[in-house]
């Protein structure tokens, strides 16, 4: 079945960086686009950013954009999200994603196929 395991949380100071992994199995990896999402607590899921499947474009959100950068390696079935200079409002539990779709360019209207089970964000302001 397929399976999502996210790790690279943790606590950090506003301005550090942090480099979340998500490993995949299940699936024929390279051909979904992948996702990450985050939920804060009290609010929504709401998306990060994505990679396609074949050209590997990225998408992220406005509040990400220029700190964070997604990239994916197939031969290993991984996708990463490197977070940097970042901030309180980052704090969150990220999860990790797959299109419902095989491939597509994934975005922030992507259908989800299957969620991973998150890793906690915390940063200290």
């Known amino acids: 079945q397929v399976q999502l395991a996210e790790s690279g949380g943790g606590l950090v100071q506003a301005g550090d960086s942090l480099r979340l992994s998500c490993v995949a199995s299940?699936?024929?990896?390279?051909?979904?686009?992948m996702g990450w999402f985050r939920q804060a607590p009290g609010k929504e899921r709401e998306f990060v950013s994505a990679i396609s499947w074949l050209d590997r474009k990225p998408s992220y959100a406005d509040s990400v954009k220029g700190r964070f950068t997604i990239s994916r390696d197939n031969a290993k079935n991984m996708v990463y999200l490197q977070m940097n200079s970042l901030k309180a409002e980052d704090t969150a539990v990220y999860y990790c994603a797959t299109d419902a779709v095989p491939g597509t360019t994934g975005g922030p209207n992507m259908e989800v196929g299957y969620w991973g089970r998150g890793t906690q964000v915390t940063v200290s302001s």
């Open positions: 299940g699936f024929t990896f390279s051909n979904y686009a």
